[in-house]
């Protein structure tokens, strides 16, 4: 999961700005390509902190912003159902990323320190549609932002405020989400004590809600429905890159219905081989975690999707297996086509799993680096 | 005979025609290449000034719907801006509609004097549905593609974005330092992004557009806290739109009302300028007109004789129509191509004025949309058979048994003479009912102008026989029997020379006409500028060219250091603002003005006494001339504002004269402008001498308070000179169209005098064989020019006075809201006849050596 969301700050940041200059231009050109170290190349590493120790994490500033680090998001995802079993997906994530690390005192108030951008998608399950749209604001002025105490990340109207529970809200274009998700198991934190490595000399501060309790609306098609469900927040915070031959990564974020969730990623390398600093944190029902082994665990594609927009061929069903932790997984998406078109193209779906032929749990899956190399 | 007889009689016969025809138009290439120059000139001058027009319109256009993008709607602040906070909550108010905040500001760089550019400053992330070119700030040439040169733009406090081409013209590349100036200051930003503009039409707009973030706006412009637009795109009627509250000041309009208001403004200065153009093509219908009757009358034999072989009328006028515009066609296409020409040449005066008087207008290049040819082109042949309608009338009225001869021609016009000048009578009379009725339309102004011409212009046959036949005994007592001769034989060619006095007497009547208007327009600005300008020094922040919107104040606290200067004895404040009324933006002065300066006011109604008391007062404005005649106001009414205050409505307490803003302007005291709006800047500020200190120590004196601050700097001279200089510039154009007008009707009675020799040939052939001395034939034949040129003269006299009234009481009122009286110069009415005198005898210069060389037995064998 670290390298997942490390990848798109690192190199959906500069490239998301870009894209969304792009895309109601072309709607139908492909996204502008750039090499992760040219993405990378906006505003310099020199001049911003670095995540290389572990540190102690201190709660609620720890839910705001860190400006001092180039990057960072607010990572929420979940499935839902309303009363009569449809199902939906969604995704609602925040983005923070630092303009420039110098930041001169300035008259205008509309001299920003951050731009932050969002990502918002529903999947809807029984509709049989994905949708997905994004926003982007310079952090001045109000127009976007975020704060530790009370808890507050918002571009216009889309936000997510409160801490226990956090109100989500977005809408676009007729789908909307308003749901209220409550803290659920205690922090996660991730790799080393919360410093996630991503390679030999990058890192993350990387903390999770792994099970939040979730109610409320979504509307889809001119129709709303009271939903339930769990969701699953992720938040980290960093300012270096990806190494130059790490082209994408297959992560996946699993609650299972025996009350233990996993977080599982997988790194790709130009060569087609995995990268050693790919990793797995299996949560007990307790919260507890242990370490989940990638040199013993196996991630077979079980199927493939073709992307009509893209072009690009995607995995499609999966199956986990993970001696160690005693996991044997088998991982569906619930829609094929879950890949957001907001400039930048991803998969991100929501998934059923299933365990010896039963069903044994959901989720949500990330897939980058398939419709071009990062 | 034997097969289809009428098919081969009629093919015989217009094979015949069309051999009579060119043989005849080869026999007399000079009155052939006359009239193709005639109409040449006429199409060739319509066209370069409609094209000149329409580039700088287009120009216009492009940049301000380059600048508006895709925007629907704009809320455009009043003077004092929109809050910051204002936008977010509209922002927010319409959310998901998209808007866009803006802050412009025109700029000149010190590196490239008359350069413009517009300095836009915009938020690149709300950019994407308006102007996609802006925000999809292209490849950068620097890494990161465009997402990071947004956030370079973002992200420097001084970085500005150009077009690569701009770049590339100016000599920048990125990283480059590009010094602007802005108000009195002067300062440094740095390329960080280069824009690639796909579409030719977002690169044209933006070739002047330096491209900076709102925050960097805001700062180097000092509005900081303040927007001056926002862009909108909503649907049609959107009602969140419809209920938002706007801002104070603030307007909301549909996107192409600043295009259309700035059109506006420019209109009535494009119709005079193409009234005037449409003057040489009626000159070159003159020589049109001229060609074709010349060959119609040489023709009438033939075509006597082609009648008699059983050509019908219809095929003797479509002979004649066909040949006319074989002429009018290669005339229109040389005058197309000419125009086009032209116009590469008369843009830059248009839009240099255009620039002067009204707003900035860069013209990269002359357009050239065929359907602006296709219309002059009609144009030039609709003129051209028009012209050639009334010779074909003549011809197909003969009948074909009469073999009529020139004498006939001549008696027949003679006795029509009388007819042709009952109907110019009507005519006046006509031009003078459609002025009179015709309220404010400025096209009915020049219709009944034009009216007015030809219906002079017909009273010329029985002038000039009138004249002729008066002068004759006086001639003869004074030249002898030539001169006689020479009187009798301009009215035994009255159907030739009416037609050259007419083409002549349009022509410098225009010449005159135009002239006094001119002249008494500058007497009139000169008599006003010296009434006017009671201060020493004028100060204001430097530019090249006026700025009509987004004016950048002084800067704060200057006007008080300026104030308290060594050498200043009393200080003007003057503030331009540009609040919002029911009819659109209006101009507005606050001047906090002493008494001392009241009467640099000249009253046009309303009394001093009464006015300035409440003008101080503060409910009460002054108006301008041109105000009180777009907007139909007078003392007693009132001026409806949009203020910080809301709306309100400020008494009229005088009309005054003005003739430095021809859309009107109104005045405020500087005590109620503070009191009804927020914006405390000032736009410029005059200065009285102390005792003892001159002008330029005075100068100084500003200078060294000012400090780091470039001022304009103008001495009361030099300010009323400048003003001259714009002033003569702006009616240089008018100073071609005069010379184009003479010279086309130079060549008209160049072409009768040419005509009326070849037809005289056989006459002065007797001459000669009776003893004639080729002196005496060139004597005859100057005599006969110069008798001409003399009625061509003093006839357009009265013709160019009653021009320049028109001119002045008609067509300015209408076009621009002022007057000014006509003051007829005698010198200039001496020049003009003198032109006319000159343009004959040198037209009769070619003629009367052909002929008096010409060998009489030559002559008369060849007849």
Same mark, same amino acid.
């Given at each position: 999961m670290t390298m997942g969301r490390i990848l798109i700050i690192a190199g959906v940041a500069v490239l998301a700005v870009a894209a969304w200059m792009w895309t109601v231009r072309t709607p139908v050109a492909p996204a502008p390509a750039a090499s992760v170290a040219a993405a990378l190349s906006g505003p310099a590493e020199a001049g911003f902190a670095r995540a290389s120790d572990p540190r102690e994490f201190r709660f609620p500033a720890d839910h705001g912003p860190h400006p001092e680090?180039?990057?960072?998001?607010?990572?929420?995802?979940?499935?839902?159902?309303?009363?009569?079993?449809?199902?939906?997906?969604?995704?609602?994530?925040?983005?923070?990323?630092?303009?420039?690390?110098?930041?001169?005192?300035?008259?205008?108030?509309?001299a920003a320190h951050d731009l932050y951008f969002a990502h918002f998608a529903i999947s809807d399950i029984a509709g049989g549609k994905f949708h997905s749209h994004a926003v982007i604001a310079r952090g001045a002025l109000g127009l976007s932002g975020a704060a530790a105490d009370p808890y507050r990340v918002w571009i216009d109207r889309w936000s997510a405020d409160g801490w226990s529970p956090t109100r989500l809200r977005a809408d676009a274009d007729g789908v909307a989400i308003d749901l209220a998700l409550a803290p659920g198991k205690p922090v996660v934190l991730e790799g080393d004590h919360g410093l996630s490595r991503k390679s030999a000399d990058n890192a993350s501060y990387y903390y999770s809600l792994t099970r939040m309790p979730t109610s409320g609306r979504i509307t889809v098609g001119g129709a709303s429905y009271d939903v339930s469900g769990s969701s699953w927040m992720d938040r980290e915070w960093s300012t270096s890159a990806l190494a130059p031959d790490q082209v994408g990564w297959d992560w996946f974020s699993l609650q299972l219905d025996d009350g233990r969730e996993v977080m599982l990623y997988r790194i790709r390398r130009g060569d087609g081989s995995v990268d050693p600093f790919s990793s797995g944190t299996l949560i007990a029902v307790d919260g507890s975690t242990s370490v989940i082994a990638m040199s013993e665990a196996e991630i077979i594609a079980t199927g493939r999707w073709k992307s009509p927009r893209s072009g690009a061929t995607y995995p499609s069903g999966w199956r986990l297996v993970a001696p160690s932790a005693g996991l044997d997984l088998e991982v569906r998406p619930l829609l094929a086509d879950q890949e957001l078109d907001v400039g930048f193209r991803y998969w991100e779906g929501a998934v059923e799993v299933r365990s010896g032929g039963r069903p044994a749990g959901h989720g949500y899956v990330e897939l980058t680096g398939y419709d071009q190399p990062l | 005979m034997v097969v289809e007889p009428e098919r081969a009689k009629d093919v015989g016969l217009s094979r015949l025609l069309l051999l009579a025809n060119l043989r005849h138009l080869k026999r007399h290439p000079w009155i052939v290449a006359l009239a193709v120059i005639g109409i040449a000139l006429g199409v060739g001058m319509s066209t370069g000034i409609d094209l000149a027009i329409a580039s700088s319109r287009r120009a216009f256009a492009e940049s301000v719907a380059g600048v508006a993008g895709r925007a629907t709607h704009q809320i455009v602040a009043g003077p004092s801006g929109i809050p910051d906070a204002e936008y977010l909550r509209i922002r927010r108010e319409l959310s998901p509609l998209a808007t866009a905040p803006v802050v412009a500001c025109d700029v000149s760089l010190p590196s490239r004097p008359g350069r413009i550019l517009q300095l836009t400053g915009v938020d690149p992330l709300s950019e994407q549905p308006f102007r996609p070119y802006v925000g999809g700030v292209g490849s950068s040439g620097?890494?990161?593609?465009?997402?990071?040169?947004?956030?370079?733009?973002? $992200?420097?406090?001084? $970085?500005?974005?150009?077009?690569?081409?701009?770049?590339?013209?100016?000599?920048?590349?990125?990283?480059?330092?590009?010094?602007?100036?802005? #108000?009195? @200051?002067?300062? !440094?930003?740095?390329? %960080?992004?280069?824009?690639?503009?796909?579409?030719?039409? /977002?690169?044209?707009?933006?070739?002047?557009?330096?491209?900076?973030? +709102?925050?960097? /706006?805001?700062?180097?412009?000092?509005? %900081?806290?303040?927007?001056?637009?926002?862009?909108?795109?909503?649907?049609?009627?959107?009602?969140?739109?419809?209920?938002?509250?706007?801002?104070?000041?603030?307007?909301?309009?549909?996107?192409?009302?600043?295009?259309?208001?700035?059109? &506006?403004?420019?209109?009535?200065?494009?119709?005079?300028?193409?009234?005037? *153009?449409?003057?040489?093509?009626?000159?070159?219908?003159?020589?049109?007109?001229?060609?074709?009757?010349?060959?119609?009358?040489?023709?009438?034999?033939?075509?006597?004789?082609?009648?008699?072989?059983?050509?019908?009328?219809?095929?003797?006028?479509?002979?004649?129509?066909?040949?006319?515009?074989?002429?009018?066609? +290669?005339?229109?296409?040389?005058?197309?191509?000419?125009?086009?020409?032209? /116009?590469?040449?008369l843009v830059a005066g248009i839009t240099r004025t255009v620039s002067d008087l009204y707003f900035v207008v860069a013209v990269r290049d002359v357009a050239v949309p065929i359907g602006h040819l296709a219309l002059n082109a009609a144009l030039g042949m609709g003129a051209t058979l028009i012209a050639a309608g009334i010779p074909v009338w003549e011809a197909t009225r003969t009948r074909p048994a009469a073999a009529v001869g020139r004498s006939t021609i001549e008696s027949k016009t003679l006795r029509?003479?009388?007819?042709?000048?009952?109907s110019g009578v009507a005519a006046i009379a006509l031009a003078g009912v459609a002025i009179a009725c015709s309220g404010r339309s400025i096209i009915v102004g020049f219709a009944a102008l034009a009216v007015l011409i030809l219906g002079y212009a017909a009273l010329m046959p029985m002038l000039v026989a009138l004249g002729a036949w008066t002068i004759r005994p006086l001639l003869g007592w004074l030249g002898g029997p030539i001169a006689a001769m020479a009187a009798r034989s301009v009215v035994a060619t009255l159907s030739r020379t009416g037609v050259a006095v007419a083409a002549l007497v349009i022509a410098s009547a225009a010449s005159l006409g135009v002239g006094t208007m001119v002249g008494s327009f500058r007497a009139s600005l000169i008599e006003w500028l010296d009434a006017t300008l009671r201060s020493d020094v004028y100060v204001s922040p430097p530019r090249a060219v006026p700025a009509r919107f987004g004016e950048v104040p002084l800067p704060d606290g200057l006007v008080e250091r300026l104030a308290a200067a060594p050498g200043v004895r009393a200080m003007v404040t003057k503030r331009d603002a540009h609040p919002s009324t029911p009819e659109g933006r209006i101009d507005l002065v606050a001047f906090d003005v002493s008494d001392e300066f009241h009467g640099s006011f000249r009253f046009l109604s309303g009394t001093p006494k009464s006015a300035w008391p409440a003008f101080r007062g503060g409910e009460a404005v002054l108006v301008t001339e041109p105000y009180a005649f777009h907007h139909q106001a007078r003392v007693g009414g009132s001026?409806?504002?949009?203020?910080?205050?809301?709306?309100?409505?400020?008494?009229?307490?005088?009309? +005054?004269?003005?003739?430095?803003?021809?859309?009107?302007?109104?005045? +405020?005291?500087?005590?109620?402008?503070?009191?009804?709006?927020?914006?405390?800047?000032?736009?410029?500020?005059?200065?009285?001498?102390?005792?003892?200190?001159? !002008?330029? &120590?005075?100068?100084?004196?500003?200078?060294?308070?000012?400090?780091?601050?470039?001022?304009?700097?103008? *001495?009361?001279?030099?300010?009323?000179?400048?003003?001259?200089?714009?002033?003569? @510039?702006?009616?240089?154009?008018?100073?071609?169209?005069?010379?184009?007008?003479?010279?086309?009707?130079?060549? #008209?009675?160049?072409?009768?005098?040419? *005509?009326?020799?070849?037809?005289?040939?056989?006459?002065?052939?007797?001459m000669r064989m009776h003893g004639c001395t080729p002196g005496q034939v060139a004597a005859l034949i100057g005599g006969q020019a110069a008798i001409t040129g003399l009625f061509a003269g003093v006839l357009s006299i009265p013709l160019g006075i009653a021009l320049s009234?028109?001119?002045?009481?008609?067509?300015?009122?209408?076009?621009? #809201?002022?007057?000014?009286?006509?003051?007829?110069? !005698?010198?200039?009415?001496?020049?003009?006849?003198?032109?006319?005198?000159?343009?004959?005898?040198?037209?009769?210069?070619? !003629?009367?050596? @052909?002929?008096?060389?010409?060998?009489?037995?030559?002559?008369?064998? @060849?007849?």
């Open positions: 680090f180039r990057s960072e998001w607010w990572y929420y995802t979940g499935v839902v159902s309303s009363p009569d079993g449809r199902r939906f997906g969604y995704q609602l994530t925040f983005f923070r990323v630092a303009i420039t690390a110098d930041a001169p005192a300035r008259a205008s108030a509309w | 620097g890494s990161g593609g465009a997402g990071s040169a947004v956030m370079r733009l973002m $992200g420097t406090p001084d $970085g500005v974005a150009l077009l690569r081409a701009t770049a590339d013209e100016l000599g920048l590349e990125l990283g480059s330092e590009l010094a602007i100036r802005i #108000g009195t @200051r002067t300062r !440094p930003l740095r390329v %960080v992004a280069l824009l690639d503009a796909g579409e030719a039409m /977002a690169r044209r707009a933006l070739a002047d557009v330096a491209v900076v973030d +709102i925050s960097t /706006a805001q700062e180097i412009l000092e509005r %900081v806290g303040r927007i001056d637009r926002i862009d909108v795109i909503a649907p049609e009627d959107d009602r969140r739109l419809a209920a938002l509250a706007l801002p104070a000041g603030a307007e909301l309009v549909p996107a192409g009302a600043r295009t259309a208001a700035l059109e &506006q403004m420019t209109r009535a200065f494009h119709l005079n300028l193409t009234a005037l *153009s449409l003057l040489a093509l009626v000159v070159g219908m003159f020589l049109i007109y001229n060609t074709m009757s010349f060959l119609v009358v040489q023709r009438r034999e033939l075509i006597g004789h082609l009648r008699l072989a059983g050509a019908t009328r219809g095929q003797v006028a479509g002979a004649i129509i066909g040949e006319a515009a074989v002429l009018g066609a +290669i005339g229109t296409a040389i005058g197309v191509i000419a125009g086009i020409g032209a /116009a590469q040449v029509l003479a009388p007819w042709l000048a009952a001026v409806w504002m949009r203020t910080d205050r809301g709306d309100h409505d400020f008494a009229i307490v005088g009309v +005054i004269k003005d003739y430095s803003n021809d859309r009107g302007t109104v005045f +405020i005291s500087r005590a109620a402008y503070d009191r009804w709006w927020d914006d405390r800047g000032f736009s410029a500020a005059s200065f009285l001498a102390a005792e003892g200190t001159t !002008p330029e &120590q005075l100068m100084s004196s500003l200078r060294a308070a000012a400090g780091s601050d470039e001022l304009a700097m103008s *001495s009361n001279a030099s300010l009323r000179r400048d003003s001259l200089i714009v002033f003569d @510039r702006t009616f240089a154009i008018t100073g071609v169209i005069r010379i184009l007008a003479g010279a086309v009707a130079f060549l #008209g009675i160049l072409g009768a005098l040419l *005509s009326l020799a070849l037809e005289r040939a056989r006459e002065i052939g007797l009234e028109v001119l002045a009481l008609v067509i300015n009122r209408r076009s621009f #809201g002022w007057t000014f009286a006509i003051s007829v110069d !005698p010198w200039l009415c001496l020049q003009a006849v003198a032109l006319a005198l000159a343009a004959s005898l040198l037209a009769a210069i070619h !003629p009367a050596r @052909r002929l008096a060389s010409t060998p009489p037995a030559a002559v008369l064998r @060849r007849e």
